[in-house]
């Protein structure tokens, strides 16, 4: 409802997006929005069938009657609405209406006629219709029965059937009598004074709240009081309202003596101090029974009769409101927590019992609730076996205002006050006094004492807001945690919990509706998209600001006259400003090409039908356009979901999407749609309109009978309506098409479509035949663009080329067909698991119990797998198929749309999750940061395979179009493949070359063309390319011939289609086809019932599908991917069917795919339990991206800059946990395998080709001397203060010069977790902001956990302190203690540097996970602004190169989860060791051994001089390939070459050592394919981690891939001062033959004497600077030369 009331984003009043102050659109509503206001549209069910219309048979059996709400099934819990408060918010509380309001203003009643039955009150007709009960009788003296009776002139009942009172019933004394004005509230009320049979009215309370937690609350109690005591259903109640009835009982009476209801009418409700005097009157007092029915005829006159559950009862015993509070997000349930009974049992009603999840939102003050430690510190609370916090309430309720001169507007006061009051005239006369405006324009105030400057809890503020009187009262009500701080809004509801009232449940239905009416985004959203309806498809911020300006005045005004009521919300008045607009109405504004739309397909067909005159020869035959949707695009009531035919931010490709504007209409311009259209609209030119089956002609139609048709053009005698027009002159060709333009274009037809028409026509004319040469006019002009778009079309006579691929293609042909089954298909019913679920584990018992429309063990067939918890899964038997080519066939478990991989406990609430349209956007763009706009992921991977030499072609059957879409400058035209065979258009013609004609009217477009123009005329003429390649198709008998099509299936004529087309692959000379078909109706919400028959359809006709594969021999060159916008939810919702979900399954079928597997990984269980579990749905944990990487590759998109291209959010995803061809095909190319703990990916067949060529100058003269420089770094920090006998952790008093920091270490440094199962973003623990560490410590809740951390420095540190940050409102998982360790290198042993115990303030709330919420702090302070703890140690003088922080466990033990936000050791950064002057001798103390090895050993491979036409540049590594190896993983390895300072980065974390060192190397592979000589080796330094440089280095090379390698150099890098100095990334290098960059930080080695060449090179580094985890380098260059 909220999508289509307000939209997505809030809007200005001009409809541009209103932004926040990152930019970015504020949206409108978010999931908690949606789950809300789902709750207010429970209940509806239909009504009972009846006779008359809704009977009839119609073409889609609608009923005409609204549905009804049942209360029992209607969520009755407070709601939250947009603005941060609750559905029902400044609406008057029950319990502050006057006395008797069924006698004051605004008290409504409708008849009942003789049943006295209420319609919106709970009741049984048995009890109502019993004559035994008492009534409500009105006496004729009374002023309540003169009002409804309404007597006309002769004083007889008119009886009306609604009745509202506009002023308060005057009773005088003898009024006062009546027994209404004796009780709190009515019922039914009964007339029958003078009448055969009483007459009743039902009393419509007006619409008020209650608030959910009250004071003083009692207990009420429901049905039999059993023999023991013990009491069912017991509730809280408010004791002001009249909720419920009496319990009398005998005073001082015992056990055996029951208590009984006494009334004044059957069903009176009553209040507590009502229900104390109803039985004093009796002579007995309220009180708790101990017996209630045991002899139903002595339960009291008001009881005899009625269900145990017709109503509660009021006892004299207390009950406690209570609330629940969640942990993760302070969301309440209710919980009422009455006395025991007298038999000590409290049995709560279920729904507010403990146990309850009935959880909403709410706002809390300064967004802080309770924590779990809160929870266990505060005595009025206690922690719940579910993870809550159950606590008692105490309810505050305070003044706002105390003055007027507070108040600074009417707007300030809204946003302050939120609870409602009644109208104060609704009182007596003499209860309030009238203030006046206290200085306030636009307020009145009431109040019962005091004056403008004294107000009370009683004043009230009475205004108007949006043409709606608003009375609000001066209080707040607010709701304390007993015993502590905590606070939060109380809760306002419509719907009682005490008594759901179906009167209630309509009420807040209407304050739902208002809430998204009165939205401030409601009127510039209805705006634009009433001005895209009326013809601007993109009207202006000035139109539309106009437009919402007459639509909150409800009034419009123009050259005097006047439209509108004046009130706010008025539709007269928006719609006269669209359409009345200068914008709307200027014909120069036709010039503009921007301007207009284009016009929907029935738009068009009922335009040229009123225009043409169409005349009915019998008006009870008549076309209805029913069953058009598939011919035209739209359908009279046929609009395929609730997102109408088209959606509104469609932009047709080409210039309405260059242009940035949008064409909803465009959507439809599917070209078999086009020229059914043209071709219908010239048969009723022609012949009339008709029904004869061997033309297109417009469909449906109301009582018809088989027609006869024609085949003389221009006979309409068969025909039951046909165009009566006739020109107003015929004196000539001009006057013709100049009338049929205005006509039929609006006078819009360029000149030279029109000189074009008229000279066509002219030969026809001159016959005398008009009536002929009118029809020739009419169906040229129906071609033109001008007819199908406004603005003004410029086009060209030249007509548009287009031509296929006119060559053979090279390599074999491969097709992919995309499979889009759009509504959410419920997967979890296609694939099961069944059995070998290991450990113990019933896989289908778990899958049973969380699905209530689970599939039975009979309807499951069996398929093995390995890789997931269970080994047997079932496929629904009703798609065997899947089962018996399951060696064809991969299952893809729990898969979705992804951004980066998340669990529940991440921020996963992003975007429009769960809505049709944004899921199926998404799944079709395959780019969720829009890195490739307005392309889909299909047409990239057709771009890509272009670029290549393929052969593409794009081709859409109802699909998803945006799928297709490439980039511009691929120019892949997407085709509209029909689902039937093609047909000769323009049967019987009135001239023989209209379609010829219409290429020309349809030319190319000149400057200045309407975008609109331009959409229509490029894909007229590409559908008539089409149509001619398809009947060239069709003339060569290329034809599928054996194929069993299905004529109901929509699916079978798709796939059929799909089958004839490539059949023709060789005919369009195309080696790489894409399909995309669309299947709609899985969107089953009301049952699931339909997803049967609907397997079965897909089982048959893909089976004739794959038959008719395997006929044209390419089964194994075919792949399909099946897909679905999301899955849906696990368990099945009221009406047994399944809500929008997100994770699904899905399969890929074909003849080559390497089947009989379930990829990705199935949930178990599937319930709250598993880690992916979120409101019923699962969050999935395969992307998309991980199945279209594999067909990617298998079509022949490898390289990895390809992929990226493809795949924008490829990188999002680990690279080896995507699928690659050989895990999906058969003959698949390219595979990523994990050797020795490191991913490495690789094709058989990679071309590597430069895309820039080198333009580096040979040096002048070489080099000739050598550039050692010995290293000024030691290998191991020396201790600061050395002594005659070292120690292992060298001490020293904090010396001067060192820099005292908020952290020694961050993320330039290492960080490595222990005693963790697995563990996630490791690198948060040290961000510097509120991102949260990970860690899965099942099963080793005894392990100690932790990281070790090596800061970055290369000057060693002292810590004194440790500091921790909490990860989170779960104190649960925070740690509860640290210890810190260091170590002066990585072969020394820790030492302890101390311990001890983590106090957080427990505020940990605030600690809101985000990577983007920074933390600042300082030596000597945390952030005070985030929770943390930290341990001091200010005796710690020790230094160390390395520090371990160990937590030995977590607040509650059971916690299998570890998290945190940040470590921080805030300590002394120490002046670094200096550095020595520069020696060319070499180092007496090497910092490593010697090699056994030479530095140039004797090789095989022949040397030389340097040719005198070597070529001598700055490297001889870029362009190139290169591979890295010895990494787990590697960043951006083509910058370890390229000319920038991007850094190259590898990560060590799991490889084998050497010596337990970390080694890894790249090999690189120089793209000028020749040999050269290596002389110099830079190294420049990348931006951060001067511990990842690396300090010990071989360089080899080799001759061929066959030959060994050989050593050019090695040995310590000979870095200076490179440790201090970082070079930016991304920074461009400048470096010649001679030298490196002056400008950046570099530092080389050089080869003075080598002169072998070689073809590849591989570098290695042996060691980086303290054994880093870590090994990162901005660049490396080879200067040497390249031989000719």
């Not at 005349?615 to 069953?627: G, N, R, W, Y």
């Not at 035209?973 to 047909?983: A, D, G, H």
């Not at 071309?1247 to 040096?1259: D, E, F, G, I």
């Not at 690198?1323 to 005894?1342: I, M």
Request: charged residues 20%.
């Amino acid at each position: 409802m909220q999508l289509f009331s307000i939209g997505l984003f809030m809007l200005n009043k001009d409809g541009s997006k209103i932004l926040d102050e990152d930019g970015k659109p504020v949206e409108t509503y978010t999931i908690d929005d949606i789950m809300s206001y789902a709750s207010a549209w429970t209940g509806f069910e239909e009504r009972d069938a009846r006779g008359g219309a809704s009977a009839a048979n119609r073409h889609v059996d609608r009923s005409l009657d609204p549905l009804y709400i049942n209360p029992e099934s209607r969520d009755h819990f407070p709601k939250s609405n947009l603005y941060g408060g609750f559905i029902g918010d400044q609406v008057v509380l029950c319990n502050d209406l006057p006395d008797r309001a069924f006698l004051r203003k605004g008290a409504t009643y409708k008849i009942l006629g003789s049943d006295p039955t209420p319609t919106m009150l709970s009741s049984e007709v048995a009890v109502e219709m019993n004559p035994d009960r008492p009534k409500m009788e009105l006496l004729p003296s009374s002023p309540l029965f003169n009002m409804l009776c309404s007597p006309d002139s002769n004083g007889d009942c008119t009886f009306p059937s609604k009745v509202v009172l506009e002023d308060n019933l005057f009773y005088d004394d003898a009024a006062k009598l009546g027994l209404e004005y004796k009780v709190d509230t009515l019922r039914t009320v009964e007339m029958k004074v003078g009448m055969s049979h009483p007459m009743y009215y039902e009393y419509i309370r007006q619409p008020c709240v209650e608030h959910t937690f009250y004071s003083n609350a009692k207990k009420v109690i429901q049905g039999q009081v059993h023999g023991d005591a013990v009491q069912d259903n017991v509730m809280c109640a408010d004791p002001t309202l009249p909720i419920a009835t009496s319990m009398c009982l005998e005073p001082g009476s015992e056990q055996s003596v029951g208590g009984t209801v006494h009334c004044n009418y059957m069903g009176e409700r009553m209040t507590y101090d009502s229900a104390i005097e109803t039985c004093a009157a009796k002579g007995l007092e309220l009180g708790e029974p101990w017996l209630f029915r045991k002899d139903p005829h002595e339960s009291g006159p008001c009881a005899k009769g009625a269900s145990f559950t017709d109503f509660r009862s009021w006892t004299d015993s207390s009950c406690q409101v209570q609330a629940k509070v969640s942990f993760d997000a302070g969301k309440v349930a209710i919980v009422h927590s009455p006395s025991p009974d007298h038999g000590g049992m409290t049995n709560t009603e279920p729904s507010v019992s403990e146990a309850s999840l009935n959880f909403f939102k709410t706002p809390w003050t300064n967004g802080h609730f309770p924590s779990l430690n809160d929870c266990l510190s505060i005595g009025s609370c206690h922690v719940h076996d579910d993870e809550s916090c159950i606590c008692d309430t105490e309810v505050a309720v305070n003044d706002v205002f105390t003055s007027s001169s507070e108040i600074s507007s009417i707007a300030d006061l809204k946003a302050a006050l939120h609870i409602g009051a009644a109208d104060p005239q609704s009182f007596e006369d003499d209860h309030f006094t009238n203030f006046g405006s206290c200085g306030i324009d636009g307020l009145t105030v009431y109040s019962t004492g005091g004056n403008c400057a004294s107000f009370n809890s009683d004043t009230i503020f009475s205004f108007e807001w949006k043409s709606k009187s608003l009375f609000l009262k001066n209080i707040k009500s607010e709701v304390y945690i007993s015993g502590s701080s905590f606070v939060f809004r109380n809760p306002v509801q419509f719907i009682s919990v005490v008594q759901t009232e179906a009167r209630d449940a309509y009420h807040e239905t209407d304050e739902v509706l208002d809430s998204l009416f009165y939205h401030p985004s409601h009127p510039p959203f209805l705006a634009m998209r009433l001005a895209q309806r009326f013809g601007l498809s993109n009207a202006s911020p000035s139109l539309i600001e106009r437009a919402v300006t007459a639509y909150e005045a409800g009034s419009y005004e123009t050259n005097n006259l006047q439209f509108g009521s004046g009130k706010y919300g008025d539709l007269g008045a928006l719609i006269a400003a669209i359409l009345l607009d200068p914008e709307s109405r200027e014909a120069v504004l036709d010039a503009d090409q921007s301007h207009g739309h284009a016009k929907a397909p029935l738009d068009k067909v009922i335009s040229v039908f009123r225009s043409m005159g169409l005349k009915f020869e019998s008006p009870l035959v008549m076309p209805t356009l029913l069953d058009s949707y598939d011919t035209i695009g739209q359908g009279s009531y046929e609009s395929p979901s609730v997102f109408n035919f088209y959606l509104v931010e469609f932009a047709h490709p080409g210039a309405v999407q260059d242009a940035g504007l949008t064409s909803p209409e465009t959507s439809l311009y599917q070209s078999y749609r086009l020229l059914y259209l043209l071709d219908a609209m010239s048969t009723t030119v022609k012949f009339g309109v008709n029904d004869c089956p061997r033309l297109p002609r417009f469909e449906g139609w109301r009582n018809s009978s088989p027609f006869q048709c024609s085949t003389v053009e221009g006979n309409t005698d068969f025909s039951p309506a046909h165009f009566s027009y006739w020109p107003s002159s015929v004196e000539s060709v001009q006057s013709i098409v100049s009338e049929l333009s205005l006509l039929l274009t609006s006078s819009r037809m360029s000149a030279s479509n029109e000189a074009l028409i008229t000279s066509l026509v002219q030969p026809i004319f001159d016959t005398g035949d008009i009536a002929k040469a009118i029809r020739a006019a009419q169906q040229y002009i129906l071609t033109t663009p001008e007819a199908h778009t406004t603005g003004i079309a410029r086009i060209s006579e030249n007509e548009r080329q287009l031509t296929g691929y006119e060559s053979k293609p090279r390599g074999p042909y491969k097709a992919l067909v995309f499979l889009n089954f759009s509504g959410g298909v419920d997967s979890y019913n296609l694939l099961v698991p069944k059995g070998q679920c290991g450990s113990g584990k019933d896989g289908y018992a778990a899958y049973a119990a969380s699905r209530g429309n689970a599939i039975p063990l009979d309807g499951l067939t069996s398929i093995s797998t390995s890789d997931q918890v269970c080994k047997e899964f079932g496929v629904h038997s009703d798609f065997s198929l899947l089962a018996d080519l399951y060696n064809q066939t991969i299952f893809f478990a729990n898969i979705g749309t992804l951004f980066k991989p998340l669990t529940r406990h991440d921020e996963w609430n992003v975007g429009d999750l769960f809505a049709h349209n944004s899921m199926q956007y998404n799944l079709a763009r395959g780019d969720p940061y829009d890195e490739a706009p307005d392309t889909g992921v299909l047409g990239r991977l057709l771009d890509m395979l272009q670029k290549q030499g393929h052969h593409t072609s794009a081709n859409n059957l109802n699909g998803e179009k945006q799928m297709l879409q490439g980039f511009p400058e691929y120019q892949n035209t997407i085709t509209e493949v029909t689902l039937s065979n093609p047909k000769d258009l323009n049967q019987y013609p009135t001239v023989t070359d209209l379609f010829d004609v219409a290429k020309q009217l349809n030319g190319v477009g000149e400057l200045g063309n309407s975008f609109f123009g331009e959409a229509w005329a490029d894909s007229m003429s590409t559908a008539l390319f089409e149509h001619e390649q398809l009947m060239a198709i069709a003339a060569a008998g290329i034809e599928v011939t054996d194929y069993p099509l299905n004529g109901e299936s929509n699916l079978s004529k798709g796939l059929n289609a799909i089958a004839n087309h490539m059949l023709s692959r060789e005919f369009r000379n195309v080696n790489r086809d894409i399909f995309v078909l669309r299947q709609g109706g899985f969107d089953m919400h009301h049952s699931s019932d339909g997803l049967a028959p609907a397997f079965q359809d897909m089982n048959s006709e893909l089976g004739k599908f794959i038959n008719e594969m395997k006929r044209q021999g390419i089964w194994e060159d075919v792949a399909i991917v099946f897909g679905s916008e999301f899955g849906r939810s696990i368990p099945t919702n009221s009406n047994g069917g399944t809500d929008h979900g997100w994770g699904g399954h899905s399969f890929l079928i074909g003849g080559g795919v390497n089947g009989g597997k379930v990829l990705g990984n199935y949930p178990h269980p599937l319930d709250s339990a598993h880690a992916q579990y979120v409101r019923g749905r699962m969050i999935p944990t395969t992307p998309h991206e991980f199945v279209w990487n594999g067909v990617a590759q298998w079509l022949g998109v490898r390289t990895e800059s390809d992929l990226d291209l493809v795949l924008p959010n490829r990188k999002s995803f680990s690279e080896c946990d995507h699928f690659t061809d050989k895990d999906l095909f058969v003959d698949g190319a390219c595979d990523c395998t994990i050797i020795n703990g490191a991913c490495s990916c690789q094709c058989d067949t990679v071309t590597y080709s430069p895309t820039v060529s080198p333009t580096l100058s040979p040096s002048e003269s070489p080099s000739s001397e050598p550039t050692t420089h010995p290293s000024s770094l030691p290998s191991v920090i020396p201790s600061i203060s050395p002594t005659l006998n070292p120690t292992d952790s060298p001490t020293a008093e904090l010396p001067e010069g060192g820099i005292l920091v908020n952290s020694i270490i961050d993320s330039a440094g290492s960080y490595l977790p222990f005693g963790c199962n697995t563990w996630s973003r490791a690198w948060a623990s040290v961000d510097g902001s509120l991102e949260k560490f990970h860690c899965d410590r099942t099963d080793l809740q005894d392990v100690p956990a932790g990281q070790v951390f090596s800061p970055p420095y290369v000057q060693a540190t002292i810590a004194k302190k440790v500091r921790v940050y909490a990860g989170g409102p779960n104190a649960n998982v925070s740690p509860i203690d640290v210890t810190l360790e260091g170590r002066v290198n990585p072969e020394a042993p820790w030492e302890s540097i101390g311990s001890g115990d983590l106090e957080f303030n427990n505020n940990f709330e605030m600690n809101v996970r985000s990577s983007a919420i920074f933390i600042e702090s300082t030596y000597e302070s945390g952030d005070v602004n985030y929770t943390y703890a930290e341990v001091d140690f200010p005796s710690n003088n020790a230094v160390y190169s390395d520090y371990k922080v160990t937590f030995s466990a977590t607040r509650k033990y059971e916690e299998t989860r570890l998290q945190f936000a940040e470590v921080e050791i805030p300590g002394m950064l120490l002046p670094p060791p200096p550095t020595p002057p520069p020696s060319l001798s070499p180092s007496v103390s090497p910092s490593v051994p010697p090699t056994a090895y030479p530095t140039h050993p004797p090789t095989p491979s022949p040397t030389a001089a340097v040719a005198d036409n070597a070529q001598a540049v700055n490297t001889i590594l870029y362009p190139g390939s290169v591979e890295s190896s010895g990494c787990s993983r590697t960043v951006r390895a083509g910058s370890a070459i390229a000319p920038t300072t991007e850094k190259f980065f590898c990560d060590h974390l799991d490889m084998p050592t050497q010596d337990g060192i970390w080694v890894d190397s790249l090999t690189f592979s120089p793209a000028h394919g020749k040999l050269s000589v290596a002389k110099d080796l830079r190294l420049y330094t990348h931006n951060n981690c001067a511990n990842c440089d690396c300090v010990d280095y071989l360089l080899e090379g080799r001759v061929d891939a066959s030959s060994a390698w050989e050593e050019i150099g090695s040995g310590d890098f000979p870095w200076r001062d490179q440790a201090i100095c970082r070079n930016s990334r991304g920074i461009t290098i400048n470096s010649t033959f001679e030298s490196g960059d002056s400008d950046l930080c570099y530092d080389s080695v050089g080869f003075p004497s080598h002169s072998t060449p070689y073809l590849d090179y591989k570098y290695t580094c042996r060691r980086t600077r303290k054994n880093h985890r870590y090994h990162q380098v901005g660049r490396i260059e080879l200067a040497g030369y390249i031989l000719e």
